[in-house]
């Protein structure tokens, strides 16, 4: 177990928020898929930032940082997972690249570590 981020299309939010219990993320039909363009435009940003494509298969393309050992990310067709141990390096790469990923008001970045949906 590592700390976890995830990015999700900035319908799910809304949906979650009005979702009434506590198993919201553990059903695949309560998140809206990304749009192919949205998944291109996310895995292209994963290679700019430094992760390389590990392996690629039903679930979806899993990434590792080139340089942070156990930085990993997995894009599925519902949401970008982010995962790192609890090294203070890894952790701030998670949260700072995830972050940064919902620049576009296309996504938004839930860490269930912190409270939840991140709000600006």
Not at 64 to 74: C, D, F, P, R, T
Request: proline share 2%; net charge negative; aromatic share 16%.
């Amino acid at each position: 177990m590592g700390y976890r981020v995830s990015i999700y299309r900035r319908e799910v939010k809304s949906k979650q928020l009005a979702y009434e219990g506590e198993d919201f993320f553990e059903n695949t039909d309560n998140l809206l898929p990304f749009t192919s363009d949205q998944k291109e435009t996310l895995e292209k940003r994963l290679l700019n930032y430094g992760y390389l494509l590990q392996n690629e298969n039903a679930t979806g393309k899993q990434f590792e940082h080139k340089k942070l050992k156990g930085v990993l990310a997995l894009l599925t067709d519902h949401a970008l997972y982010f995962e790192s141990g609890f090294t203070e390096q890894g952790v701030f790469e998670i949260s700072m690249t995830a972050s940064e990923f919902t620049d576009t008001d296309e996504f938004v970045k839930y860490d269930p570590q912190n409270e939840g949906w991140e709000e600006f």
